[in-house]
């Protein structure tokens, strides 16, 4: 079977104004969020992406009726609330898919959810979600790759949510889904901090829901009888917006970025500052340009306000270019490196010793025939291929279009050469 993919042509300058979509990361929670509520939610800027889409399919077979109201815009509502069950098969493809357990026993006392595989990026272990469903007072099994809970009632409690790799954004987020509805007070210690996160706790509040903290490593959720349904404008996509300033710096070009929030990228805009890129901020978002010569920087993935592991790859894209030795450490996952040999195919110069890389910088990127493998590995390929010397088709790019909104679209409007070939990819 033939595949689409992306034939892209280096070596043009990006000029001119992009429009940043909503955030996927926020949308998903949000979204599983509406199993809690009583009545209509309006959800406004939702990317029509295909993570989204899978969700809406999940919800669907979940009995919420979600229906797009405008390009960006979804209703949803919760018809019937018999079946709790998540298959194997979406939760497979989408691992965020875990995020409708905390809704599931919080509303309908029962959750059978499938056991998320591993992905590209590496293991992706829910322990510490299962550890907040215990503390809230759920009973847990594992039956046949399922997660089978059941709970009467959720009880508030204090929870540590940290683990090895340091906090849980999705388990977060299931913390907070499962404790807005609990008979008393919840107490979540080192939460994730993520935007995203704050974001959800925002909607949960504007359905009726006691949470504060949100943003912080502390957040404190006070159980209410019930959450009804309301209007939600979700965050811009914070990655998205990192990804075209990368665009922006590696093509030596001038980009106007509109409906991006700075304060959500600060890490990232430090980094970029050390490598020699000028990211101003305009009264609608950011302007970004870099000098030619892009200089070495040494990077280690953080939780939020650290360094974000999904801008990783498309840092080690640009640090191929800089004048110099540059390291970067994955800190969250330290195996999301498959962008690594398909760079090396490119003409850039990696070595990974474990969760580190070190990139010996290059004169130039030689367009290739590559491989996308997981959404953020296939934007990092993208942008080498924006910059590359000839032709490059990133296969697979299925991948991509999981969580970039039209980027081919939004990259053609600013002066990329970059063609989607509906079939021929492998
Ligand atoms: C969210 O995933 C994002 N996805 C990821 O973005 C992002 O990379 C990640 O947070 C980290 O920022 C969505 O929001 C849909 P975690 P999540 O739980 O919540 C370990 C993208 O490209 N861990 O914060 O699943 C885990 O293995 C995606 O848009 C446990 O050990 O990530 C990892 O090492 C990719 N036990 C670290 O914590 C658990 O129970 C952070 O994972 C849960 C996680």
């Known amino acids: 079977m033939s595949l689409p993919f992306f034939e892209i042509n280096g070596g043009n300058r990006l000029r001119g104004t992009v429009r940043i979509s909503g955030a996927k990361n926020a949308a998903l ?27 809406c399919e999940l919800l669907q077979k979940l009995g919420v009726e979600t229906t797009w109201i405008e390009d960006n815009a979804l209703r949803l509502i919760v018809r019937d609330e018999m079946n709790c069950k998540a298959e194997y098969d979406i939760v497979r493809k989408m691992r965020a898919s875990i995020c409708v357990l905390g809704p599931l026993i919080a509303k309908r006392q029962k959750a059978q959810v499938s056991m998320p595989g591993g992905c590209a990026i590496g293991d992706r272990p829910v322990n510490l979600h299962l550890r907040a469903m215990e503390r809230l007072g759920a009973d847990l099994d594992l039956v046949g790759g399922d997660i089978v809970a059941r709970a009467k009632k959720l009880v508030g409690t204090e929870m540590f949510l940290g683990g090895r790799f340091g906090s849980t954004v999705l388990g977060t987020a299931n913390a907070m889904m499962a404790a807005a509805l609990a008979d008393g007070v919840t107490v979540i210690e080192m939460a994730a901090c993520e935007p995203e996160v704050a974001d959800l706790a925002n909607f949960l509040n504007q359905c009726g829901a006691s949470i504060s903290g949100q943003g ?94 999904d801008l990783q790859a498309q840092l080690m894209t640009l640090l191929c270019l800089a004048d110099g030795n540059s390291v970067i450490t994955d800190k969250i996952f330290p195996d999301r490196f498959m962008h690594v040999p398909e760079l090396a195919r490119m003409g850039a110069q990696l070595r990974r010793e474990g969760g580190t890389v070190i990139i010996e910088g290059v004169k130039r990127l030689i367009g290739a025939p590559v491989m996308a493998s997981d959404l953020r590995a296939s934007a990092a390929l993208v942008l080498a291929g924006l910059v590359a010397r000839g032709t490059t088709r990133v296969n697979r790019i299925y991948h991509l279009a999981r969580g970039y909104e039209r980027m081919d679209e939004k990259l053609r409007a600013v002066g990329g050469d970059i063609q989607l070939h509906p079939e021929g990819g492998v």
């Open 29 to 55: 929670p949000i979204m599983a969020a509406s199993i809690l509520c009583e009545g209509e939610v309006v959800l406004r800027d939702i990317p029509r992406v295909a993570d989204v889409e899978s969700l």
């Open 216 to 309: 912080t490593p502390r957040i404190i959720v006070e159980g209410v009888k019930e959450l009804h349904g309301c209007e939600y404008r979700i965050i811009p996509d914070r990655i998205e917006a990192g990804t075209f300033m990368v665009a922006a710096a590696l093509t030596n070009g001038d980009l106007k970025i509109e409906n991006v929030r700075l304060d959500h990228l600060m890490a990232f805009v430090d980094c970029l500052s050390g490598v020699g890129v000028h990211v101003e901020k305009t009264t609608l978002g950011a302007e970004v340009t870099s000098s030619r010569r892009l200089e070495p920087v040494e990077v280690t993935t953080q939780p939020f306000p650290g360094f974000p592991t």
